[in-house]
């Protein structure tokens, strides 16, 4: 099973306040905003939170330029400077670290309350028992034998084997229940069908594929397609920049999908959206048919052994990097479960007089060279923290944050750079966690997983988790476990920028309470009928709201169109003066591995300014 089979598993499965310039700052108070934020090291880091958003829209709004007089000058100088502590920026900082040598100084500039950025993680308590779940970035895929990834990998301290999972216990037959959070559409699946199917009351489907579709909701044309859609196989690209990918690059991933499996877009928009291009954020409408494609033939990886999940997601493989980069920020020695387990050393991230430091929040707001870029021989960074102005300068700065702050906040960016930005889409998406006392009610329809087609949210799977994380060695359906909604903003026939926007305005402008009431609601609809009750069975939830989470890639995207070369590659091919860009936009793969290879790519360019 590929990359894109596991991101792709469920393929079936307000705007006119802000127009009249109402913004979230003032529709919604800051705890409305945030809402419950778990336990642990995570706690008051659950996505982007309001002092992050509020922060970062002072740069989109321009509010410190020109740069007021005010700016505290820190005197600090560093070898590089890394813009962004999500997995690309602190990738960058460590390979900086080790080729630079022990002399040379690093800071990490981080706007969040811990670093990860979006591979960070939720920790509930319930009836005594942890339970983690993730924020964002999600799955590991074991790396082959002798590439760069499994070195990295292996340095620091994941051993890339398949990871030890909770056994079965209790009185009940055993379950099957999968390893990620992906759903896998076998026997214990559903799907679910409402009001939008003519079932005002809902029917549940279980094993929708075994039982052919068969009394289900559709007409007799959508289901011949969806079970004819089951038997094609695609044939992924030779390589990187052949005519196959090239063409899928040329087209929507929707258009792809109705010329190899005979689907109408009918059928594509009411069964697969957004499902189909989740892994880019949108719907297949909006993307690059490449996007469904290009991690696979990029990034193979172990089939055979399965995608493995951390306990907390890719903060698994972000606490790695900083136990690598500053052993101290993570106490004891360097094994799974120790790495997963000891709190973070907050005090030593930004200790004075060590070779690599990590400031949080610290939201960068302009970078600079000074002097003309080609003959400069130090950067600017300044840097807002508690509403103050502060400014360090750098030989070097790697921009690993993404595309939507790195157009704004580097103030001398040329305009092929900043032509390039313009071609770049963020889409948002509102990870919710929530923790269930038992899922007793799920084991007695006979399901772990399934799939719903309208409301919020569009699918969940149970999962049973790393035992090296702080979790409960077994699993039964009397044990509190958290499942995760992932959900998305599409909308599909209309350009890729208003689905974006639009999307935006709504994670934004929605308080936490009405997610929460929405949430609950749903749960009620789809699983009242067997013994759920919502003030009973919910613990806690958490929301994990991220603004710009995925770029989607439109066609065009990875090689270019009408003569003009792909974005990323103009941003990629050389650093900028003193400045080099990493981040996995860049690549068009929202992957943890493009994260780390653009980082090792930027730290390259930048690693002869400071010899």
């Excluded at 799977?461 to 992932?486: N, Y």
Aim: aromatic share 10%.
């Amino acid at each position: 099973m590929t990359r894109r089979d596991y991101l792709n598993s469920t393929l079936l499965a307000s705007g006119s306040l802000l127009l009249s310039g109402a913004t979230p700052l003032e529709l919604l108070a800051k705890e409305d905003w945030n809402g419950y934020s778990g336990v642990g090291d995570y706690a008051g880091a659950n996505g982007n939170t309001w002092e992050v958003l509020t922060d970062g829209h002072k740069i989109r709004d321009h509010v410190f330029e020109p740069l007021p007089a005010n700016v505290i000058e820190t005197g600090e100088q560093y070898d590089c400077v890394v813009v962004g502590g999500g997995i690309s920026g602190l990738a960058a900082a460590l390979f900086f670290k080790r080729q630079a040598g022990v002399r040379e100084t690093c800071m990490v500039l981080d706007n969040h309350g811990i670093f990860g950025g979006e591979a960070r993680r939720n920790e509930f308590v319930v009836d005594g028992q942890r339970l983690i779940a993730h924020q964002g970035s999600a799955m590991f895929f074991p790396p082959l034998d002798g590439t760069f990834l499994a070195e990295f990998y292996d340095s620091i301290g994941i051993d890339g084997r398949p990871f030890p999972y909770q056994t079965w216990s209790g009185r009940d037959p055993e379950m099957p229940l999968g390893r990620t959070s992906y759903t896998s559409g076998g026997a214990n699946c559903g799907f679910f069908f409402g009001a939008k199917f003519g079932r005002a009351k809902g029917q549940w489907l279980i094993d929708p594929w075994g039982k052919k579709l068969e009394a289900a909701p559709i007409g007799d044309a959508a289901r011949r397609e969806l079970l004819a859609m089951r038997g094609v196989k695609t044939a992924l690209p030779e390589r990187h920049g052949d005519a196959m990918s090239r063409h899928l690059d040329s087209i929507t991933l929707e258009q792809h999908l109705m010329e190899t499996t005979r689907l109408s877009r009918e059928t594509v928009r009411t069964f697969l959206s957004p499902v189909a291009g989740g892994g880019s954020g949108l719907g297949a409408d909006a993307l690059s048919a490449y996007a469904e494609y290009a991690a696979d033939v990029l990034l193979p990886w172990k089939y055979d052994w399965g995608a493995q999940m951390f306990p907390g997601g890719n903060a698994g493989v972000a606490r790695h990097i900083v136990k690598a980069l500053i052993p101290e920020a993570i106490p004891g020695e360097v094994t799974l479960e120790n790495v997963c387990r000891s709190r973070v050393n907050f005090a030593v991230l930004d200790r004075a007089g060590q070779g690599a430091r990590i400031r949080l929040q610290a939201t960068a707001i302009a970078v600079k060279h000074e002097g003309e870029p080609a003959k400069s021989k130090a950067v600017r960074i300044v840097y807002l923290r508690d509403g103050k102005l502060y400014s360090v300068t750098a030989r070097s700065v790697i921009v690993a944050g993404g595309s939507w702050t790195a157009k704004h906040i580097v103030r001398d960016l040329p305009a092929a750079q900043r032509e390039a930005y313009a071609q770049f889409y963020r889409a948002p998406c509102l990870m919710a966690n929530v923790a269930l006392r038992n899922w007793r009610f799920l084991y007695k329809m006979g399901i772990s997983e399934c799939q719903w087609f309208e409301g919020i949210g569009n699918y969940l799977a149970l999962r049973k988790m790393a035992t090296f994380g702080a979790v409960a060695p077994a699993v039964s359906p009397d044990s509190p476990v958290a499942v995760t909604l992932k959900i998305l903003f599409s909308s599909p026939g209309r350009p890729i920028g208003e689905q974006v926007t639009r999307g935006r305005m709504e994670l934004l402008s929605t308080s936490f309470r009405d997610y929460e009431r929405r949430i609950r609601a749903q749960f009620a609809m789809l699983f009242g009928g067997s013994g759920f009750d919502a003030g009973r069975d919910i613990a806690g939830i958490i929301l994990n709201r991220w603004g710009h989470a995925y770029l989607s890639p439109q066609p065009g995207f990875f090689f270019g169109s009408g003569g003009k070369p792909a974005p990323g590659e103009v941003l990629r091919n050389a650093p900028f003066g003193r400045i080099a860009f990493a981040n996995s936009d860049l690549a068009g793969i929202m992957d943890h591995r493009t994260s780390i290879l653009e980082a090792r790519r930027a730290v390259g360019q930048v690693a002869s300014i400071v010899e």
